[in-house]
């Protein structure tokens, strides 16, 4: 069974760190872009961030950008979001997801154009 696997979320205080990962299982990552989105309750899913596994190339949204850091270790076939100085406003389920619709980082990531997804990590940012 394709599928993508998240893990690292949990509970933290504002300012704190988390780095979440994602690995695939029944296939590899490579070709494929990955991103990681996000939802809060009673709010649509998001993106955050993305990366090419194949050249690197990454995006990042305005409300994550110099917080967040999106990387890739293609010996483990996994891909990492390390998320510094957390806020309440980042409370949310994460979802990683892959797509062989671009070969390179070229635009934000929609929930649409992502065929694979994981199932979700709570990270929750509270004192």
């Known amino acids: 069974q394709v599928q993508l696997v998240e893990s690292g979320g949990g509970l933290v205080q504002p300012g704190g760190s988390l780095r979440l990962s994602c690995a695939p299982s029944g296939f590899s990552l490579d070709y494929y872009v990955i991103g990681w989105f996000r939802q809060a309750p009673g709010k649509e899913r998001e993106g955050v961030s993305c990366i090419s596994k194949s050249d690197g190339s990454t995006y990042y949204a305005d409300s994550v950008k110099g917080r967040f850091t999106i990387s890739r270790d293609n010996a483990k076939d996994t891909v990492y979001l390390q998320m510094n100085s957390l806020k309440p406003a980042d409370t949310a389920v994460y979802y990683c997801?892959?797509?062989?619709?671009?070969?390179?980082?070229?635009?934000?990531?929609?929930?649409?154009?992502?065929?694979?997804w994981g199932q979700g990590t709570q990270v929750t940012v509270s004192s």
């Open positions: 997801a892959a797509t062989t619709r671009f070969a390179a980082v070229v635009k934000d990531p929609e929930v649409h154009e992502y065929a694979y």
